[in-house]
């Protein structure tokens, strides 16, 4: 049985390609490891299994040195890249397998672990290359490039593609490869250019976006990762997995976010329901209402500018839009998105409310390499300085960077990748530049992470998410908005801070277990802890419980937050702009309210054991954690 | 006297700041020389000097070695660049003294001689510094920038510059040297990144711009030059120079062109003159006359965008416009400019009808540091090739890169400086491009220089100028427009070819006395040879005639012209795109001509004396250059 791993305790009979590359880039050295069953069991593979390695191969070998973790330079030679798949990621008929992780020790935005999905080809096909994991150690001399094809790997000469964006790199590379099993992850421009949240594009639309993971790729000196292959996992119980199959098809096609909205209208089918509930920030988070939002929304971009939607591999949702702006300032004859938060970002965040602006801004942010999410965010918060005067228009070299204006959000972007005029600023994302003019609670981030698009004072509990999350102001590390506004797999209310540390606890344990499996997160609108313990049982041939699902989760998660405290990291981060705690909603349906957050802290802390925002060792050892 | 000239064979006593500095980049060498005064009086200064300077000390020495000047690669450290001010420059009270040229050996756009002319202050201020002219040789290995500053040279490390847009890199130079005599001439990411058409900007918006100096400046990894300083030369004749300056003066502010049109609606006053007798090229040459070319005229400019007029140093004309497009998709709250050929070039030839859009693109070449004609031109050969169905449209990522589309205009300018997309074909200018994509004759150049504003179809004699000048299609070599257009000094039939060799030779002789100077041409369009002879002698001491003037101009342009025969140019280079020899001219005032070259050409070479495009051994003799 060619892919039965028989390395470590247990016997995994499918579902992984059975190695892990390690790639040194300073070196050029190469070699590749079995993947470890009884690392596996504990941490699947995915996020989890490389958090692991991360941790034990190189932090603690760092720390062994007796350097301190507090010193590792995220854009230095120090700092250890992952792409990551597991036992899920390219399993034909499986819900959304189509998603890989990245991952790594330290984010250059955050300073906390990096971690980023991102979905397309690029996870199946890596596997299909041969690999489960790939480590990129180390920071080449000149650019390089990765070419991984069925488990031939090469480092190559990347002069003639430095400096080009995404498109023309991803089909420069493809051609070059010539197999139909293709798929590029490259940086753009920004992050060549070390842009702090420079996004890592693969398949021209599909972004690794947050935690600066294309800056690292770019102080590494690696343009881009080319993965082809033909080699398809094995299924350790394939009677089983053929029920499983028929059976999550049949249940995501009939939930209606799975099998309705995100076909019908992406993930923008958002827009209009998070404004109704009084949730969606306007304006950098000034207000949480906005009367024109339709004017973006998801059912206006499938009327005007939808031309098909595209799916990543193996997916039958399908929320993937390809646009088209046909005629103006902002046309483009092909692209694909935005995605509800990114029209979010660009669009409501800083109050442009032009949609063909959004997808301008949108598309330059795939062409070019940015997130954005945390582009549109420091947009806005650069837009609230200049209005209150913080910024002084010789600063801006012409461009007039008021909220609304779609002009300066376009320009705005490509300066940014190209850190061109004060695009050099915006490149630091909203922390650094606000706090470069003097108002640092302008930026609406936490661990400095642009929060997305779901305003807490409306949405109680992904504000405790917003705080307690690892990566930063993220939405899906424990996306509590599946329950508090659409209802799945059951409704709270939205407004009340009762429950939610346990709600936020189990998204974000659950969550880990996703990027670990590694598939789509929307699957989980239908999809729970039990499933997934089937689906691992019948595709690797494990044994979980759905009780175990979710201790791994909650390890995955101890894990990467052992490691941040490691960074200095603790619940002094675990907090919120001041604006969200102190500012009640000025207007709308969430109006008056606030965050309260110490409340539901002090709750989500006792639930996870965890002492000034740190597992203790009880914990850990509970946890089955070994440091 | 502490700015006389001593060195040489006669005396020099004033104009002249008295030194010229060599700078090597690859072994960090700084030494200066004097003025010879021998070579002053055969070359006065700026172009002429300069260029005796490349033939003798540099282009020798590389044939010394055995090499061929063919093999010189414009980008290569064996290229040299001149920055030149000549006896004129920065003198108070002459008409327009605040030009500087740039030389080199090689360009990258044409494999001729480059050359290039700006305006602002930088010229003056190089001499206030303390020098006439300043030699690059060399390349750096990393990023450095000059700073001269009253005699005192330094090489500096330009990491932190490296990257930066013309405007910022002009803004923190300015602000390290802090006097306030201080100006900046750089390159942008366009220079950096090589782009064969790359600009020099100085004082932000004036550019050395053609023939793609500012990719050899990249090549070398100089990013600025910055210059400061006090000294202000002498003047030989006061007594003459006072009665000189105001007779200048008075005749300068009468002339209706430099008195009226130029300061009141700057160059851009000519679009509506030039299309008025059908010789304003639309659409990539495919017509002369547009109907709506008053939409982008410089009337229109000075009622909607003006704001106030920016002259160059010492400048009484002050054709100079700042500028200003307050709201919509094009905004840009400061800018300067667009020049009549940039108008042309970004609009009337890619039919882009918006000047704002138009505004916008300039902005951008200025800030990037392109050249606006090669830009604009560039971009209209790229159009009429995809419509014409020669660019398939994935090359295109998504841009419509169809005629009067001024959203793919601002597009391709930013995307060009950056190479991003098509962008990274664009920057090879249009005769590669064309070439590329199997129709050469589409490319409107002569030599790979992008031919400007004015169809010799309508204006003869500016046709046999782009054919022989000797940098490629360039208008200002030999502006006979004055003459057959404007009727200065007298009017000349501009459909007629007849006296026309007379007249281009005339006009380019005088011009490289001009561009020696160094001071403005729009000087001639009142002051001629004998005035020059007067301003040479008053401020500098020298005794010139009229006719040694016209003879150091021609000594000048065949010593270029030598140059080059040694490159491989000859008089199979001196033509125009056939579109201008076959098509007759569609439609307008000019309906039906063509240039009637060959009669031209024949008349031209007789009154040069040159054989096959080429001075004889006996022509150069007879203006007595050395070989």
Chains 1, 2 share one sequence.
């Not at 990129?136 to 990347?158: F, L, S, T």
């Not at 906005?290 to 009327?303: C, Q, Y």
């Not at 490691?566 to 919120?576: E, I, P, Q, R």
């Amino acid at each position: 049985m060619g892919n039965t791993i028989i390395y470590g305790e247990i016997f995994l009979k499918g579902g992984y390609a059975g190695k892990i590359l390690f790639i040194n880039l300073t070196d050029k050295t190469i070699h590749e490891e079995h993947v470890n069953s009884s690392i596996a069991e504990k941490y699947i593979g995915g996020k989890g299994y490389a958090l692991y390695v991360l941790y034990k191969k190189y932090l603690k070998e760092y720390m062994n040195k007796g350097l301190s973790p507090r010193d590792i330079d995220p854009l230095g030679s120090e700092n250890v890249l992952a792409f990551a798949t597991g036992p899920i990621t390219g399993i034909p008929g499986v819900p959304s397998p189509g998603r890989y992780h990245v991952m790594a020790l330290k984010s250059p935005l955050t300073g906390s672990v990096a971690s980023a999905n991102s979905g397309g080809e690029f996870g199946p096909f890596l596997k299909f290359a041969g690999y489960d994991l790939v480590f990129i150690e180390g920071e080449a001399e000149k650019p390089v490039y990765i070419e991984i094809v069925n488990g031939h790997v090469d480092i190559r000469d990347a002069s003639d593609l430095w400096g080009l964006n995404t498109f023309t790199t991803t089909s420069i590379l493809k051609k070059r490869v010539n197999h139909k099993n293709t798929s590029v992850a490259c940086i753009g421009p920004a992050g060549e250019n070390k842009v702090l949240f420079a996004a890592i594009i693969n398949d021209e639309h599909r972004a690794a976006g947050r935690t600066g993971v294309g800056a690292i790729m770019g102080s590494k000196k690696l343009k881009a990762i080319v993965v082809a292959g033909d080699n398809q996992p094995q299924i350790a119980n394939t009677e089983e997995y053929r029920k499983l199959v028929a059976e999550m098809s049949e249940r995501i096609r009939k939930n209606p976010v799975t099998g309705g909205g995100l076909p019908q209208y992406g993930t923008a089918v958002l827009v209009n329901i998070i404004n109704q509930i009084g949730g969606l920030p306007y304006k950098n988070w000034q207000y949480g209402y906005n009367p024109e939002a339709d004017k973006i929304s998801g059912e206006t971009l499938a009327s005007k500018y939808l031309i098909k939607r595209r799916p990543c591999w193996g997916c039958q949702i399908a929320c993937g839009r390809v646009t088209r702006v046909q005629f103006g300032p902002y046309q483009v004859l092909y692209s694909e998105g935005p995605e509800y938060e990114s029209i979010w970002a660009l669009g409501n965040d800083t109050g442009v409310m032009d949609l063909e602006a959004i997808i301008k801004a949108n598309h330059l942010c795939d062409e070019l390499g940015l997130d954005t999410i945390s582009m549109g965010a420091t947009i806005a918060t650069a837009m609230e300085l200049y209005e209150k005067g913080l910024i002084p228009s010789e600063d801006l070299e012409g461009m007039d960077l008021r909220f609304s204006n779609p002009a300066a959000l376009v320009d705005a972007v490509w300066r940014t990748a190209y850190r061109a005029g004060f695009g050099a600023r915006l490149a630091l994302g909203s922390k650094r530049l606000a706090e470069m003019y003097g108002a640092p609670e302008l930026s609406m981030s936490v661990k400095g992470l642009e929060m997305p698009a779901y305003d807490p004072r409306a949405i109680k509990g992904i504000g405790l998410n917003y705080a307690t999350a690892n990566r930063g102001g993220c939405h899906v590390s424990g996306y509590t908005v599946a329950s508090e506004v659409l209802g799945l797999p059951e409704k709270t209310d939205p407004l009340s801070p009762q429950g939610k540390a346990k709600l936020v606890k189990i998204f974000q344990d659950l969550t880990s277990v996703v990027n670990s499996a590694v598939n789509c997160l929307f699957t989980t609108f239908e999809i729970g802890a039990r499933d997934y313990a089937r689906l691992f049982n019948a595709i690797a041939g494990f044994s979980f419980t759905e009780q175990e699902i979710m201790t791994i989760g909650e390890r995955i998660y101890n894990l990467e937050r052992y490691i941040m405290s490691l960074y200095g990291f603790s619940a002094k981060d675990d907090t919120l702009p001041p604006r969200l705690l102190r500012e009640p909603m000025p207007e709308g349906p969430a109006k008056g309210q606030v965050v309260e957050l110490d409340m539901m802290l002090k709750e989500y802390y006792e639930l996870r054991g965890w002492i000034n925002g740190v597992p203790t060792i009880e914990k850990l050892r509970e946890l089955g954690i070994e440091l």
